[in-house]
């Protein structure tokens, strides 16, 4: 006879039995199948759950977490679980560092695959080593939608992993600065790809608008205009080269840079396998009356295209190099930047 203790071993619980034959049989329960589908957190001041940083250890992997709008103050948080997805509720929600920081190096620190972020504003991060950001993003996947990286020491920032991808969509980075200028509103490590399409970069001081040494990058429908007031030095640079596609932007400089170069590609030395850049598409911008120069590029990429853009101001564009360039348009007109379209 197989006793309770024999049948525990296989994983299930006598849950009582039938009489048949006058004799008493157990029955035994079956696993069953959750049909509620990926776990909910809810966090605010009226839920159980008060703060972010305590559902980023309560939360497995694949939940959803809904965060009610408001200010969360010093709520720092580590995320590790993957495919996990945040989202503001009823408005937005700002991050507010004051002087905290997650393992010293930001808002949040990320390393979790498939994981999504929406409606959150990440605002004042700073650590000793002058690297704080709203976002670090040390290795898996982040989609960041609709969110805003301001006032941070970097905007969002990620390291060197091979296999990273980090994708940014209708998100805003602005006056992400420290003293010494080696900041950047958004600045990608040697990562696989990223992607950000249909955001607003603007306001960096001495760093770049974006800069990213991912191996694939494709920047469509954005606005890099470092406006009145900003000091940015490029806009955009893929320093190490790889494969950028750069189509559909508004890019404009700031009568304020210290670098009258718009883009830069390559600047220090090629580290991928293919190398190659398509500017297509876009209006460029240089209010320099000195002029400018609106791409450059190291000599040895595999490909430099650019194609049906408008060049707004004075400056050189087929001094990128050998390439195809087709119809794109000039106005040497020098540019007033409070003419261009912001918030």
């Known amino acids: 006879m197989i006793g309770r203790r024999e049948l525990s ?28 589908g990926p776990a909910l957190l809810r966090v ?17 992997a694949g939940a959803v977490i809904e965060v009610d709008s408001g200010v969360y103050t010093a709520d720092v948080a580590v995320w590790t679980r993957d495919d996990l997805t945040l989202r503001a509720v009823s408005g937005r929600v700002r991050l507010l560092a004051q ?50 990286f301001l006032h941070n020491e970097m905007g969002l920032l990620t390291n060197n992993d091979p296999s990273t991808v980090l994708r940014v969509e209708n998100c805003e980075f602005a006056h992400n600065q420290r003293l010494d200028g080696h900041n950047h509103n958004l600045y990608v490590g040697r990562i696989a790809e990223l992607s950000v399409r249909a955001s607003f970069f603007h306001h960096a001081h001495i760093g770049h608008l974006l800069k990213s040494r991912a191996g694939v990058n494709d920047i469509y429908d954005n606005r890099l205009i470092d406006g009145d007031g900003g000091s940015a030095s490029y806009e955009l640079e893929f320093p190490n080269g790889g494969v950028a596609h750069v189509v559909g932007n508004l890019i404009a400089q700031s009568v304020l840079t210290e670098n009258a170069t718009l883009i830069s590609f390559g600047a220090e030395g090629y580290s991928w396998p293919r190398n190659e850049i398509h ?52 106005d040497d007109t020098p540019h007033n930047p409070r003419a261009l379209p912001l918030p």
């Open 9 to 36: 071993k296989f994983g299930a619980l006598l849950t009582g039995g039938v009489m048949l034959g006058g004799r008493h049989w157990a029955v035994l329960a079956q696993p069953q199948a959750s049909l509620s």
């Open 44 to 60: 605010g001041l009226t839920k159980a759950i008060k703060t972010i940083a305590e559902a980023s250890m309560l939360a497995g």
């Open 99 to 148: 002087g905290a920081a997650a393992e010293g190096k930001g808002i949040w620190v990320v390393r979790a695959k498939g994981m999504s972020v929406e409606g959150f504003d990440f605002e004042g991060a700073a650590v000793p080593d002058r690297n704080g950001a709203g976002i670090r993003l040390e290795r898996g996947s982040l989609l960041v939608r609709d969110c805003r």
């Open 279 to 330: 500017l297509v598409n876009n209006t460029l911008v240089n209010p320099l009356r000195r002029g400018g120069v609106f791409l450059r590029v190291r000599p040895g990429a595999d490909i430099i295209r650019a194609v049906g853009n408008t060049l707004v101001g004075m400056g050189t564009l087929e001094s990128a190099g050998p390439g195809e360039y087709r119809n794109n348009v000039r």
